[in-house]
């Protein structure tokens, strides 16, 4: 049985909450939050996914407000860091160095700097470092993934990404609104499709980025054109500007030369694979979702078995870098290789 700390319980901690609760092996002995009313505030729906919204069961678990304190007095075999983004390093390394296990929630960090600090901490401590890039693990773009390095639709010629959402208002003292606190809407949001980007083609040459200013001076939306040698046409929209009765929007078109892949959360169903020759039909995908996948994951290495790499450390540092990129892209007006 492992035991299990979740470190800052907002939306995401509930959601790691609920992915951990959902298994037999583990079982949540402590939560960290600096929050007093923690409890209280928990019965508050929030977030932009759907999954973080179910009662806590808080019997059984010790609530510290400071992270030393829990790793000291818990002996802890794994923890979810969700914490707010500009605190990942110091968390991670700080939990790393006392032997626990670490599933740390995107982006990995604010700055390369920090991820390379977090990677050298898990390499000194011999325990599992592994960042929540979900996407890679969401079973509908998992099965994408496959079916495009199957190659039976032959050559893939272009794919767009779309990720939309209001602004996101949910956040402990409104941190993601602070640039110097999330990185703003590119590295919060947008992230996740460059790392899928990322995951399905390989590191671009260069970017191409576009971006529109919001109220507070930084990004409320994003459009980038990921360069490929071969002339493949890749982009990806993200913002946090939309009115807010708009919704979640995360959306795919992968086209295929025999074959159009489609994913969009706001249809039903939200998959399907369009052949040029044939009816469009939905794939069979593997139960669970993202988050419930990427946890499953990290227990399955942490209990020894070898596993193909869906997720590395240097690819999480590696979108860091390929969003670092995009944002000096709009600074400049030009295309921005990736180093
Ligand atoms: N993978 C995804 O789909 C996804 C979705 C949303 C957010 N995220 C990421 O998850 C992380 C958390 O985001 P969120 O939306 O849950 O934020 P949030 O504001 O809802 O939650 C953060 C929690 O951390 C607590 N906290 C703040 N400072 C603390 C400290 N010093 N010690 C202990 N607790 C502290 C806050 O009280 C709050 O409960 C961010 O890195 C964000 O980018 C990932």
Same mark, same amino acid.
């Given at each position: 049985?492992?035991?299990?700390?979740?470190?800052?319980?907002?939306?995401?901690?509930?959601?790691?909450?609920?992915?951990?609760?959902?298994?037999?092996?583990?079982?949540?002995?402590?939560?960290?939050?600096?929050?007093?009313?923690?409890?209280?505030?928990?019965?508050?729906?929030?977030?932009?996914?759907?999954?973080?919204?179910?009662?806590?069961?808080?019997?059984?678990?010790?609530?510290?407000?400071?992270?030393?304190?829990?790793?000291?007095?818990?002996?802890?075999?794994?923890?979810?860091?969700?914490?707010?983004?500009?605190?990942?390093?110091?968390?991670?390394?700080?939990?790393?160095?006392?032997?626990?296990?670490?599933?740390?929630?995107?982006?990995?960090?604010?700055?390369?700097?920090?991820?390379?600090?977090?990677?050298?901490?898990?390499?000194?401590?011999?325990?599992?470092? =592994?960042?929540?890039?979900?996407?890679?693990?969401? $079973?509908?773009?998992?099965?994408?993934?496959?079916?495009?390095?199957?190659?039976?639709?032959?050559?893939?010629?272009?794919?767009?990404?779309?990720?939309?959402?209001?602004?996101?208002?949910?956040?402990?003292?409104?941190?993601?609104?602070? =640039?110097?606190?999330?990185?703003?809407?590119?590295?919060?949001?947008?992230?996740?499709?460059?790392?899928?980007?990322?995951?399905?083609?390989?590191? $671009?040459?260069?970017?191409?980025?576009?971006?529109?200013?919001?109220?507070?001076?930084?990004?409320?939306?994003?459009?980038? =054109?990921?360069?490929?040698?071969?002339?493949?046409?890749?982009?990806?929209?993200?913002?946090?500007?939309?009115?807010?009765?708009?919704?979640?929007?995360?959306?795919?078109?992968?086209?295929?030369?025999?074959?159009?892949?489609?994913?969009?959360?706001?249809?039903?169903?939200?998959?399907?694979?369009? $052949?040029?020759?044939?009816?469009?039909?939905?794939?069979?995908?593997?139960?669970?979702?993202?988050?419930?996948?990427?946890?499953?994951?990290?227990?399955?290495?942490?209990?020894?078995?070898?596993?193909?790499?869906?997720?590395?450390?240097?690819?999480?540092?590696?979108?860091?870098?390929?969003?670092?990129?995009?944002?000096?892209?709009?600074?400049?007006?030009?295309?921005?290789?990736?180093?």
């Amino acid at each position: 049985m492992l035991n299990i700390g979740v470190v800052g319980f907002g939306f995401m901690g509930r959601m790691h909450y609920r992915c951990w609760k959902g298994r037999d092996d583990a079982k949540i002995v402590a939560i960290c939050d600096i929050n007093e009313n923690v409890v209280e505030d928990s019965k508050k729906a929030v977030g932009n996914v759907a999954g973080a919204e179910e009662a806590i069961d808080f019997s059984g678990i010790n609530i510290y407000p400071d992270l030393g304190k829990m790793l000291a007095q818990e002996k802890l075999d794994v923890v979810s860091i969700t914490l707010p983004t500009f605190l990942h390093a110091d968390s991670t390394v700080q939990a790393l160095e006392t032997g626990v296990h670490v599933l740390c929630e995107k982006p990995m960090s604010l700055h390369v700097p920090e991820c390379e600090r977090m990677i050298a901490a898990a390499k000194d401590s011999g325990k599992i470092l =592994q960042i929540g890039h979900c996407l890679r693990f969401w $079973p509908e773009w998992a099965v994408a993934r496959q079916i495009v390095a199957d190659g039976k639709y032959g050559k893939l010629l272009a794919a767009s990404f779309r990720r939309l959402s209001a602004p996101p208002t949910w956040s402990h003292e409104n941190w993601l609104m602070n =640039q110097q606190r999330s990185g703003g809407v590119e590295l919060d949001l947008h992230i996740h499709d460059s790392d899928y980007v990322q995951y399905l083609l390989g590191t $671009p040459r260069a970017v191409c980025s576009f971006g529109a200013k919001g109220a507070g001076g930084g990004l409320a939306h994003i459009v980038t =054109q990921y360069l490929y040698d071969d002339n493949m046409v890749i982009t990806a929209e993200g913002g946090w500007a939309m009115a807010p009765s708009f919704g979640f929007e995360m959306s795919m078109n992968i086209i295929l030369e025999k074959a159009t892949i489609v994913y969009d959360c706001t249809r039903d169903p939200a998959f399907k694979v369009c $052949p040029v020759d044939g009816d469009a039909f939905t794939p069979e995908v593997p139960s669970g979702d993202g988050y419930i996948r990427q946890i499953d994951h990290l227990v399955r290495l942490i209990n020894g078995e070898s596993l193909p790499p869906v997720t590395t450390l240097e690819q999480s540092l590696n979108s860091i870098k390929i969003v670092e990129a995009e944002k000096e892209s709009i600074r400049t007006g030009g295309i921005v290789s990736i180093k």
